[in-house]
């Protein structure tokens, strides 16, 4: 009899034998692989192979051992497995996207640093609201790292719970969360320094121009950086006017959406904050298809370091992603080690003059052009 039919064999035993379900641990008791098994009705061994993801236990079983598994809030010890904490040399990037620019940069340099010290990644891409749950889901039963580096992944607190479960270390890098260690700028400040500089310039009427998912994901980044507008203006004694904070669904043509709605306003705006380098990038062209000049006759000022400001000439708030990246990796390192060290770090943004922004023209020379 093969391997694989002795265990189907040894999971009928068990389905079949009578035993009833255990009432769940008491509260406050974490449960054990001995109360999964006797609530799917299946032996310990059965248990131990299916959380482990090896070979030789039917789908069917497999997938109710990992249901009860949710329900207990039960995750296989890593000594239990020979792969332990200390053996696995693993870290776990989870990441929304990896073909955009910040997460690209951020997961080169967490590769590079964590590289460096003898440490293998392992990537996760969770693309919205779905595969984000079905990641903290199933990443208990599925993978055994060393820690979890999460970039500015937005999880909500009971995810977050769920991932607690796994025992190893968890850092935040490009934000923070509830106490994590983390590695983050500070997006408020960055998006005052920004508008700041077009106030400074003699501009009163700016805008911001941001995009939204088509999941409906809400950014912590995003919502910071609005603030930091709105606070900037406040600051300078100007009116946040409700139509110069546009919002366009993501997308290639959202600069030149966004750029006609400006225009469209009683007094249209002088000057663009873009919440981020490739927002203001698509802003410039959606101004140069509508016959206007950057700086000349709009001012654009975006935040990132992206090698897009660069190209299109760009005044920029650079946030250091590589520099965070390295610090988030560090951080992770010393974790795993037991090493002392920093648990957060909050990388400075710097200030990137590439001529976008200059004073404002005279609305009636503006007017005659």
């Not at 200390?86 to 964590?114: C, H, K, N, Q």
């Not at 400074?200 to 998912?213: C, E, K, N, P, Y």
């Not at 795993?336 to 060290?341: C, D, K, L, N, S």
């Amino acid at each position: 009899m093969s391997y694989p039919e002795a265990v189907e064999h040894e999971q009928q035993d068990d389905a079949g034998s009578g035993a009833a379900a255990a009432p769940t641990p008491p509260t406050g008791a974490p449960a054990n692989m001995a109360d999964v098994a006797r609530v799917a009705g299946v032996s310990i061994a059965t248990v131990s192979r299916a959380l482990r993801d090896v070979p030789g236990v039917g789908e069917t079983t497999r997938e109710r051992v990992r249901e009860v598994a949710e329900q207990l809030s039960y995750v296989i010890s890593p000594e239990a497995s020979s792969l332990s904490r200390r053996e696995t040399g693993r870290v776990a990037v989870v990441m929304p996207r990896i073909d955009v620019w910040f997460y690209s940069t951020m997961l080169s340099g967490l590769e590079r640093a964590l590289r460096a010290e003898g440490i293998d990644v392992l990537v996760y891409q969770v693309d919205g609201p779905s595969e984000r749950g079905a990641f903290v889901r199933d990443l208990p039963a599925r993978r055994k790292v060393d820690a979890v580096i999460l970039a500015a992944l937005p999880l909500s607190p009971e995810q977050r719970d769920r991932l607690d479960l796994l025992g190893v270390p968890m850092v935040i890098a490009g934000g923070q969360a509830r106490g994590l260690p983390h590695v983050d700028v500070d997006d408020r400040a960055m998006a005052r320094a920004a508008v700041d500089r077009l106030v400074a310039a003699g501009h009163r009427d700016i805008a911001m121009v941001r995009t939204s998912d088509t999941d409906a994901t809400t950014w912590d980044a995003d919502l910071l950086r609005v603030a930091g507008y709105r606070e900037a203006l406040a600051t300078a004694g100007l009116e946040a006017r409700p139509e110069l904070l546009v919002t366009e669904t993501y997308g290639v043509d959202a600069g030149t959406r966004a750029v006609e709605r400006l225009l469209a306003v009683d007094r249209p705006p002088t000057a663009v904050f873009g919440y981020s380098d490739e927002i203001a990038a698509a802003v410039s062209v959606g101004a140069r298809r509508h016959g206007l000049s950057v700086p000349d006759d709009l001012s654009v000022i975006g935040v990132d370091g992206h090698p897009m400001a660069e190209l299109f000439g760009l005044s920029t708030m650079d946030q250091n992603v590589e520099r965070q990246a390295e610090e988030a990796a560090g951080i992770a390192v010393r974790l795993i080690r037991g090493e002392p060290g920093t648990r957060s770090v909050r990388v400075r943004h710097r200030y990137v003059d590439r001529g976008s922004v200059q004073p404002p023209r005279d609305q009636d020379q503006r007017a005659q052009d």
